[in-house]
């Protein structure tokens, strides 16, 4: 049975029928409100009616997560004129009300979506592994394993479910059956060229296998090995826990818990030719509480780093908090030799601080870290991290993200240590001697000659026990959050970036999911300089069918397309999707689509190498006046007769204004409605033209604050006299052509352009015919005369008129006469 979403304000569905392929709905309260017009997003609108004389026209919107919010209503009455007054109805009686809905799918389709809507007896597609190489995507999920194609997501699958005697046993521990005793795939790492390593849950009782891929997507191969391993110390028991893992020269980081009760967090190294290696266990200075691990990264040298939150260490908050960690650690890393055996010598971990700057001190800070990017700068040792932030407060809700630089986590790690000290033993900095070599080092024959942890002297191996942690904190680029979202229903949960090569230079497109279900698109737009960023909200679009968190993201540049995951299945977007900023030049270069520019027909995809004189695009300033030259009109028009500039808002919100400006005069003068002049909706209607009336008119659109021009007309009004001279000149011009015609016929000179038309004879026509008294008829008298020339010639006349043309073109050294320009 096909699911039907009807959304739009506070009319809520309380019971639904079938009858007739119709949803019968209940309405109960009614929002009669004007209309929005959503800037640089594709919200449609269908429509359906109340079957009154005097109706009310309710709007359906494409976008799933606005139920609560949409006012996008508007009353319409018998004779079909529309009022846009935000008013309240209620209905006193219940109103039935048919109407032909969309269905989930076909709303989806108008983000260009492609959408894996879930497996039977499956969920949680949480953990993605993309390899662009190969065309593919595994993702990890309930009790199954899924190989999708890149291109149209269409999949493999090989079901990986969780014994029958390991599910009993999860369900006498008191675990839930469906929810909790299956295997939860959770480790998705490359092996080889040929392998895959995945781990899962198994129930409660961590497993891992062999998954064989093949080298390239024809190999076909997509299959299972039948050795199993255990999973403990790579896969948590609890399917609920977060985990993340990177598989390095044959070596398995991870962050996850390692027993049954969820009690034990650490960072683990397991696999290859070493043996495995641990943070310090029931330390509450190495992990403190309920760790949830994020991301592992690591760079081009010999370490590995670890974003994270876990509990605030004792004294460092008041009362119970968490707080957003990066850790680091060496992968030549092999454990002390007397003391830390067969674990970290090189961990430390510092706070990452995302806050916005307060009042006499007071800053609000976001430490629920949800996601964290690696972009890639000039600089490959030195690349920007994005992160997301989300608050830990249940009173204040609200999301960010953040800028970090390697380069200043690397300073923070060679700052000073945490240490506890004093009457309150209260952190502060620690003031002693540092031992030789400095503790989170990497061993190297530069530092003291040491190959390996092991032989580094017991005070550094005794100091790195007791101070794990670092006193200053990492802080964003320029002190705070990029990006602050506090006045909505949702908030932030992954991040992926995309450097995008625009023509005034690159920028960083962020793709952001929500525990709604949807994906923000936004632009970071410099304003003075690079360090001053200016946020701009491109798209924000619904992801899948049923409100879902999304879960994991990937990028692919080579396909430029999204995926997506959540509880409920897959999804695959475009990263660019042009069409829907319009179809004016205007509308595509306000928009600010780095991916998209005016081509001289349509916004289309914007690509660097393709060099074409008419491609219009202004990522930094989105300033249409001085990309489309369609903004500006001449017009002219006759003293003492009347003209309409036409000019309206899209959007039913905006207000139109008027301002003319002189020639060689700065200055803009507010035009209002009066005598001569009147604004109207459409545009603005000057009754009786006057001389000085010549000029510049522009046409500007203000809604909330934000003013945007929308045309700008240069009238140029002509005086009795002149036009009189013109009639006269032409007069004569066309009686001395009649008395040559015969003697100089074939002199260039002589000969009429095919171009050369007369700007003002219709025009003339239409003002001063004696016999026609309005526009319709001066239209219906052409379109008489056309239609008989037309018949009277024929064919002959059409050939004879091709050739006439021919010999114009042929005869260019000739020069043709100047004819005024054409309307």
């Not at 540049?557 to 509880?567: P, V």
């Not at 069409?579 to 005016?598: I, N, S, T």
């Not at 500007?700 to 000149?729: C, N, P, S, W, Y």
Request: proline fraction near 4%; glycine fraction near 6%.
């Amino acid at each position: 049975m096909t699911s039907w979403l009807l959304w739009f304000a506070v009319i809520s569905p309380v019971s639904t029928l079938r009858q007739a392929g119709h949803s019968i709905w209940r309405i109960v309260s009614v929002f009669r409100c004007e209309f929005v017009l959503w800037s640089s997003s594709a919200w449609l609108a269908s429509q359906g009616q109340f079957p009154q004389p005097d109706h009310l026209v309710i709007a359906t919107i494409w976008s799933l997560h606005l139920i609560h919010r949409i006012d996008i209503c508007w009353t319409q009455t018998s004779v079909g004129k529309r009022t846009y007054i935000p008013q309240t109805l209620s209905l006193s009686l219940s109103l039935s009300l048919s109407l032909s809905l969309f269905s989930s799918p076909e709303m989806l389709e108008s983000n260009n979506l492609v959408t894996f809507e879930g497996q039977v007896n499956s969920s949680a597609y949480h953990t993605f592994l993309l390899d662009e190489e190969k065309g593919r995507l595994v993702v990890g999920a309930k009790d199954h394993i899924f190989s999708f194609n890149l291109v149209n997501i269409s999949r493999d699958m090989i079901p990986w479910p969780a014994s029958t005697s390991r599910r009993d046993e999860c369900k006498w521990a008191g675990k839930d059956l469906m929810s909790e005793c299956s295997n939860f795939i959770k480790v998705l790492q490359p092996f080889n060229q040929t392998h895959l390593y995945v781990c899962g849950t198994g129930a409660f009782h961590p497993v891992c296998a062999y998954l064989e891929v093949g080298k390239k997507l024809e190999d076909s191969v997509f299959r299972l090995e039948s050795q199993i391993e255990n999973g403990r110390g790579k896969s948590p028991y609890d399917p609920k826990l977060l985990t993340a893992s990177i598989l390095i020269d044959g070596e398995l980081y991870s962050g996850t818990s390692a027993d049954f009760m969820g009690r034990d967090f650490a960072i683990f190294r397991t696999l290859g030719q070493h043996h495995p290696i641990r943070t310090e266990q029931h330390d509450s200075r190495w992990l403190n509480g309920e760790m949830a691990i994020k991301n592992i990264l690591s760079d081009d040298d010999d370490k590995i780093y670890l974003f994270f939150r876990e509990n605030a260490m004792d004294g460092e908050h008041a009362g119970k908090a968490t707080q957003a960690r990066i850790g680091q650690l060496c992968k030549n890393d092999f454990g002390g030799h007397r003391s830390l055996v067969n674990k970290w010598t090189t961990f430390l971990k510092a706070r990452l601080v995302c806050s916005v700057p307060g009042l006499n001190g007071i800053d609000t800070h976001f430490d629920e870290l949800q996601d964290v990017f690696l972009m890639s700068s000039k600089d490959p040792k030195n690349p920007i991290i994005y992160a997301v932030f989300t608050t830990s407060s249940n009173i204040f809700k609200g999301s960010a993200v953040c800028l970090y630089s390697m380069a200043d986590i690397r300073r923070v790690f060679l700052g000073p240590y945490a240490h506890r000290d004093g009457p309150n033993y209260q952190w502060v900095p620690f003031q002693g001697r540092v031992p030789y070599p400095r503790p989170g080092t990497c061993p190297s024959k530069t530092f003291g000659g040491f190959d390996s942890t092991k032989d580094l002297p017991d005070d550094v191996i005794t100091f790195a026990r007791g101070h794990p942690a670092m006193f200053n904190p990492v802080y964003p680029i320029n002190n705070r959050p990029i990006i602050v979202k506090t006045d909505t229903d949702y908030q932030f949960t992954q991040i992926v970036v995309d450097r995008v090569e625009a023509e005034d230079g690159q920028y960083d497109v962020m793709f952001i999911g929500t525990d709604m279900g949807t994906v923000l698109k936004v632009v970071s737009i410099p304003r003075g300089s690079w360090h001053d960023l200016e946020e701009i909200l491109l798209e924000e679009m619904t992801v899948f069918r049923e409100q879902a968190a999304i879960t994991v993201m990937k990028l692919s540049t080579k396909q430029q397309q999204l995926y997506l995951g959540s509880e409920m299945g897959v999804s695959q977007m475009p990263l660019h999707r042009c069409e829907v900023y319009g179809k004016a030049c205007a509308e595509c270069c306000l928009a600010r689509d780095p991916y998209c520019a005016w081509d001289g027909t349509e916004c289309s995809r914007y690509f660097p190498m393709a060099k074409r004189r008419t491609r219009r695009q202004d990522i930094r300033n989105g300033d249409p006046l001085t990309q489309c030259s369609d903004l500006q009109h001449q017009v002219y028009g006759v003293e003492n007769s009347s003209t309409f500039l036409e000019c309206s808002a899209k959007s039913q919100r905006a207000l139109t204004y008027w301002q003319y400006q002189q020639a060689n005069d700065d200055r803009r003068r507010d035009i209002k409605t009066e005598d001569r002049f009147v604004c109207t909706e459409q545009g603005l209607l000057i009754r009786t033209l006057d001389k000085k009336d010549s000029g510049m008119y522009v046409c500007q659109a203000v809604e909330h604050g934000f003013m945007q021009t929308l045309l700008k007309v240069t009238l140029e009004v002509i005086d009795t006299e002149r036009l009189d001279d013109l009639i006269h000149r032409d007069d004569e011009d066309a009686a001395h052509t009649a008395t040559t015609h015969t003697t100089a016929r074939d002199t260039p000179t002589a000969r009429e352009s095919p171009n050369q038309k007369l700007w003002y004879r219709d025009f003339l026509s239409l003002v001063n015919h004696p016999t026609l008294n309005s526009v319709d008829e001066f239209c219906e008298q052409g379109l008489v005369h056309a239609h008989t020339h037309v018949h009277a010639h024929g064919l002959a006349a059409k050939w004879k008129h091709l050739q006439e043309r021919q010999k114009g073109r042929n005869r260019r050294t000739h020069e043709l006469e100047r004819a005024p320009r054409s309307v």
